[in-house]
Structures are given as structure tokens and as C-alpha cells.
């Protein structure tokens, strides 16, 4: 993936070589080549990593020092990517954050260990910290590109804070305030609290009850004798004004201690968006530099690796044959299809023909829910000649190949795996005649619309899929047509699963355990009764 060109390597600035280098400034690690990220300034690099060390949470105001190995340049930006999306999703189902963190929480313990307590082991807890503060500056880079990334990165990256910050104990959350030093953090004196008392009380007993779940009223009462007011300036909690959730007199906005996330929050937001600009404006530097412009490109497309991964090569539960060359026109296994599936099994049932990218797509599906090669080999041989629009002979001179290859019984013999969203959105664009493809891509608004329509889709559903499609989120708006046409219909089955749907065989595999969980429940109802 990335060219060594010793001329252009040597002389690139950044890139410094040392004696446990070759010399096309690759390090060796015994005898072995790793590609390194190095830094030049040591008492940086030791000043950085003891921050790091002795804090739970952070701004990443000093930028990183030191050298990383290109592998954990791509793999831990694409760790940090994965969380990010999946909270960019929850802001577009206007999740709030209580029920965002419990989704974002097992995500963080995977692949951001050090946002959660992560090892016991210092070594470890230091690999995990420098991982994750890394991971924050490689993405900046990414997403620094455009104005529309930036605000999704910053909007993602402030939750993710927030929610960070939820989980320190008390006593860690304290620390890190009173390690920001922020000059806007002043509390105002014990009598200018009893002068404004019954108003400030007024204006935090509904926040007490509802985010503190203080119900009782000597309960809130008690809770604000103890609490510390912050005065500031109302436009720094423009947001909590908004929901009335502070009380304002001249300008002036009193935020409770413990509503003091917000201010901080925002406070991060606004260095992360100014240092994203500084960041814009030495892009051209990178130019210099041809290994990570690969990466740099391909993150900032919205890079995430597949969330359906079958081991050893094995797709699919299909011990009992229920699915084969007939069955997968069957009401029963096409209700669970994702619309692109769809779409392609409709375009080859009334053409008898699909073009290269619609093929390549639909066989890899239909191997990943377990349609065998010969099973498939029927499957297509009919769906081609059916109708006497090609005869088997001539299937079998153009077109057996392909699909057998597809299985590994041909060429090189790879056991090639079903397309996931993003190797799907980076083929061509279907033309006129085309199936493949994303619909919620290429599709007209007014044709998506009917489809969702024929999917049972209610206006309000449908007109929340469109604007995902129109800000680019198409794997949001696939998850949300997944979630609205799989609903608990009366049963007590809930969708637990709240990741992002990112694979068309996830969609399929997801919608048939909800449907075996749903008759499991029935049988127990018709059971009891």
C-alpha cells in the first residue's frame, strides 16, 4: 500500500533517519522493516507522555511527539472512526446522551480501553492513553478538510468527551477541572448565592428532579445548600439557556457546579474547531508525504471496517439447506433482504440479466447468507435462461466462470467475502441499465420515497431517512430503515443491537434473529396459556 522511494524518503522532512534504520528510513526491528512516524524534540516527547500518564481526560492542546509505526497510524485512527460514527448515528436519531453513552460505552471498552479505566498494568495503561490521544490527532488531519467535516468532527468528538467525562469518579472529575485552569470557571460568593437564592432554586429544582433524579424536595433543597454557583457570560451556555435550565439577570448566566460539563464542553469545542484551522492551513505540507495521503483519503471518506466478519471463510447458518436456489425468492427469506438486495433481485427478475457490479454484488450477498456454489450456480443459471433469453449453453461460456470464481473454485482461488456499505459506495455509480450500488445514494428522493412507501415506512419515517441520505449518512439512513421496519409489533422483542448496520449480510443475519426471537416468545405465550 505504501511506496518506498529512497530519494523522496530521505530527503523528507519530519522523517528523520537513525542508526536502527535502513537507508531508505525504514526502521528495523530485528531485521524486520517498520514503517515509523518519528519525532525529533525528546523533552516534548517526555513532557507529552508524562501528561498523559498522570490524566484521565484531556484537551490534546500539545500536539503528539515521539514516533508511531504507519500500521498503528491507520488501525487506531480506524478504532477512533468506528466510535465517532457510531455517535454521529446516535446524533441523527437524536438520542440523548444518557442513552448514547450506553451504546458508545462497550464500543470505548473494545477499542478506547483508556476512556473506561482500561489495564491494571502501567505499561498497558500507557499504551492504551498514548493510543488514544494519537488516534484524536491523526483524525484531525482527516477531517480538517472541509468545513462540513470539521463540524462533524467536532460534534462527535465533544459527545465523546462528555461522555468521557460522565464516567470519572467525582474526585477525578474535580482534578481535571482544576487542571484546565479556566479563567471563566469563577464561583460566585456564598452571599450573592442567599441574595438570589429562591431564583437560582427556581431555576434548578426541574434539573435536579429530571438529570439527578431527585424527586423528594427536601432532597433537591439539601443537594442546592450544598451546591457552588459559576457566573459567566449567558452566550458561553447558549444551549442550557435555550431548555431554561439556568437563570440569567444582566448578561449573566449562574450555572450550577454540577451543570458545569456544558461550559467545559463547550470550551473544547471551540480550541478543537481552532486548532481543526490550523490544521487546514498546513494540508499542503502533507502533500510531501505520498504513504499517508492513502489513509488520510480514505478515513475522511468515512473509512470503517465491516461489522459482519464470518471466521475461516464460512457465510452464513444454512445447516438445514433452507436456503437454496429456490428458496431465495421465497416471501420468507427475501422479507429480510436489505433494500440494494432488492433492488438487484428485482432488476434480475425482469432482465433476466445483471451487469458485472450488480453479479460481483449480489452473488457475494447471497454466498454470505449461505447459498452454496452450486446452489448458486442454479440459482443464476435460471434466473438468466429462464424465459429463453439466453441458453445454458451460453451461460455457461460467459458467466460460470464469474460466479464459481466468486466462490474460490477458479483463478487464484480466493474465497472472495460479500461486499460490505463502504466497498459498495466506492464502486462506480450505477448507469442506465445498472442495479448495483447504494439506493440510498442513487436514488432520486421521489423514487426512494416510494420504496420506503412499498416498506411501510410512515411520512415522518421516511422524510428522517432523506435527510440522512442528503448529508451523505448513508449507513445512518440504513439503520434507521432497519430499525422502522423492525419494530417490537406488539411483542415484548426490543433491538438491543444498536451499532450501525454497515454490511447488507448484517442486515439480513440481524432481521432473521429478531424474527426467531420474536416466535421463541410466542411459543412461550402460547405455552403458558
Given at each position: 500500500m505504501f511506496r518506498q522511494n529512497k530519494k523522496r524518503l530521505s530527503s523528507r522532512r519530519n522523517f528523520d533517519l537513525s542508526a536502527d534504520m535502513d537507508?531508505?528510513?525504514?526502521?528495523?526491528?530485528?531485521?524486520?522493516?517498520?514503517?515509523?512516524?518519528?519525532?525529533?524534540?525528546?523533552?516534548?516527547?517526555?513532557?507529552?507522555?508524562?501528561?498523559?500518564?498522570?490524566?484521565?481526560?484531556?484537551?490534546?492542546?500539545?500536539?503528539p511527539q515521539g514516533e508511531i509505526t504507519l500500521e498503528e497510524f491507520e488501525t487506531w485512527a480506524i478504532?477512533?472512526?468506528?466510535?465517532?460514527?457510531?455517535?454521529?448515528?446516535?446524533?441523527?436519531?437524536?438520542?440523548?446522551?444518557?442513552?448514547?453513552?450506553?451504546?458508545?460505552?462497550?464500543?470505548?471498552?473494545?477499542?478506547l480501553p483508556s476512556a473506561t479505566g482500561g489495564s491494571h498494568s502501567a505499561a498497558e495503561a500507557f499504551a492504551e492513553k498514548k493510543k488514544d490521544y494519537y488516534s484524536h490527532y491523526i483524525l484531525r488531519l482527516c477531517f480538517a478538510r472541509?468545513?462540513?467535516?470539521?463540524?462533524?468532527?467536532?460534534?462527535?468528538?465533544?459527545?465523546?468527551?462528555?461522555?468521557?467525562?460522565?464516567?470519572?469518579?467525582?474526585?477525578?472529575?474535580?482534578?481535571?477541572?482544576?487542571?484546565?485552569?479556566?479563567?471563566?470557571?469563577?464561583?460566585?460568593?456564598?452571599?450573592?448565592?442567599?441574595?438570589?437564592?429562591a431564583k437560582l432554586y427556581q431555576a434548578a429544582s426541574p434539573v435536579l428532579q429530571f438529570q439527578l433524579n431527585l424527586t423528594d424536595e427536601q432532597q433537591r433543597k439539601a443537594y442546592f445548600a450544598r451546591e457552588r454557583y459559576i457566573k459567566l457570560p449567558f452566550e458561553n451556555v447558549i444551549e442550557l439557556i435555550g431548555n431554561r435550565q439556568v437563570f440569567l439577570k444582566d448578561g449573566y448566566a449562574y450555572l450550577p457546579q454540577f451543570q458545569q460539563l456544558n461550559l467545559i464542553a463547550s470550551e473544547f469545542a471551540n480550541n478543537l474547531n481552532a486548532s481543526l484551522m490550523k490544521v487546514f492551513q498546513s494540508l499542503p505540507r502533507m502533500n510531501e508525504d505520498d504513504r499517508l495521503l492513502p489513509i488520510l483519503a480514505h478515513l475522511s471518506a468515512g473509512y470503517t471496517m465491516t461489522d459482519f466478519d464470518q471466521a475461516d471463510g464460512q457465510?452464513?447458518?444454512?445447516?438445514?439447506?433452507?436456503?437454496?436456489?429456490?428458496s431465495v425468492w421465497s416471501p420468507e427469506i427475501s422479507k429480510h433482504y436489505p433494500l440494494s438486495v432488492r433492488h438487484l433481485m428485482e432488476g434480475l427478475k425482469q432482465n433476466h440479466h445483471l451487469r458485472y457490479y450488480g453479479r460481483q454484488q449480489l452473488s457475494l450477498f447471497l454466498k454470505g447468507i449461505g447459498l452454496s456454489a452450486d446452489e448458486?450456480?442454479?440459482?443464476?443459471?435460471?434466473?438468466?435462461?429462464?424465459?429463453?433469453?439466453?441458453?445454458?449453453?451460453?451461460?455457461?461460456?460467459?458467466?460460470?466462470?464469474?460466479?464459481?470464481?466468486?466462490?474460490?473454485?477458479?483463478?487464484?482461488?480466493?474465497?472472495?467475502?460479500?461486499?460490505?456499505?463502504?466497498?459498495?459506495?466506492?464502486?462506480?455509480?450505477?448507469g442506465r441499465g445498472d442495479f448495483h450500488g447504494c439506493p440510498f445514494r442513487d436514488f432520486s428522493s421521489e423514487k426512494l420515497t416510494s420504496e420506503l412507501q412499498k416498506m411501510g415506512l410512515t411520512p415522518a419515517q421516511i422524510t428522517s431517512v432523506l435527510d440522512s441520505c442528503q448529508k451523505g449518512e448513508y449507513t445512518t439512513a440504513n439503520t434507521k430503515v432497519f430499525e422502522f421496519t423492525h419494530d417490537s409489533n406488539g411483542t415484548d422483542v426490543e433491538i438491543n443491537d444498536q451499532t450501525l448496520i454497515a454490511h447488507p449480510n448484517l442486515y439480513f443475519e440481524r432481521s432473521r434473529q429478531l424474527e426467531q426471537k420474536r416466535k421463541e416468545i410466542e411459543d412461550k405465550i402460547k405455552g403458558s396459556s
Open positions: 537507508s531508505s528510513g525504514i526502521k528495523l526491528e530485528n531485521g524486520v522493516h517498520q514503517y515509523v512516524l518519528s519525532g525529533s524534540d525528546a523533552e516534548k516527547e517526555q513532557k507529552l507522555y508524562d501528561s498523559i500518564n498522570s490524566t484521565k481526560l484531556y484537551f490534546y492542546e500539545q500536539p478504532d477512533r472512526l468506528k466510535i465517532l460514527q457510531e455517535i454521529q448515528a446516535s446524533i441523527s436519531r437524536n438520542r440523548s446522551l444518557k442513552d448514547t453513552a450506553a451504546v458508545i460505552k462497550p464500543l470505548l471498552q473494545k477499542l472541509t468545513k462540513e467535516l470539521r463540524e462533524s468532527f467536532v460534534r462527535a468528538e465533544t459527545l465523546l468527551f462528555k461522555i468521557r467525562f460522565n464516567l470519572l469518579t467525582s474526585t477525578d472529575q474535580a482534578k481535571f477541572v482544576q487542571s484546565l485552569d479556566l479563567p471563566m470557571l469563577q464561583f460566585i460568593s456564598d452571599d450573592e448565592k442567599n441574595e438570589l437564592a457465510y452464513g447458518n444454512n445447516a438445514d439447506n433452507e436456503i437454496n436456489a429456490e448458486s450456480l442454479k440459482f443464476f443459471t435460471k434466473a438468466f435462461t429462464d424465459g429463453g433469453h439466453m441458453t445454458v449453453e451460453k451461460f455457461n461460456k460467459e458467466y460460470k466462470y464469474n460466479f464459481r470464481h466468486n466462490y474460490g473454485l477458479e483463478g487464484n482461488r480466493i474465497n472472495y467475502r460479500p461486499w460490505d456499505c463502504r466497498t459498495i459506495l466506492s464502486k462506480p455509480r450505477p
